[in-house]
């Protein structure tokens, strides 16, 4: 019996010294691939003409491009911008925080609800089931 325990016990040590070295040689091999940041930065580009075109730019230049944004004519947003597609976008600072009044028959709703949640963990509870 205490043979067999040391030989398992003996078994769990040499698995935790080869994961431990398992991570030590992993650590090394990370530290070598990944070495000094400022080497690894990468251009990557195509090549392309550059067309020029006089009324594209005048147009951008001049906010042809632009919209009001939510009917107001003080905002302008590009067409292709996002926020186009939004209605309204709430102020942080003027949050109301809604305090709802829960009425009694809402509330025993509200204790049977949470009594089904945890029933069945107090059934094991009683029979003697440990998580």
């Known amino acids: 019996m205490w043979h067999e325990a040391r030989r398992s016990e003996k078994k769990v040590h040499e698995m935790m010294d080869a994961a431990r070295k398992r991570a030590q040689r992993r650590a090394i091999y990370l530290a070598k691939r990944r070495g000094d940041p400022s080497q690894s930065i990468q251009a990557v580009g195509t090549r392309c003409r550059i067309h020029r075109d006089d009324a594209l730019y005048q147009a951008t230049e001049d906010q042809q491009g632009l919209i009001p944004w939510n009917g107001k004519q003080d905002i302008m947003i590009d067409r292709f911008d996002g926020r186009a597609l939004l209605d309204f976008i709430r102020d942080g600072s ?16 509200e204790e049977f609800v949470s009594f089904e949640r945890y029933r069945d963990l107090i059934k094991h509870r009683r029979r003697g089931c440990r998580y």
């Open 94 to 109: 003027t949050r109301r925080h809604r305090v709802s009044e829960i009425t009694e028959e809402e509330e025993e709703l």
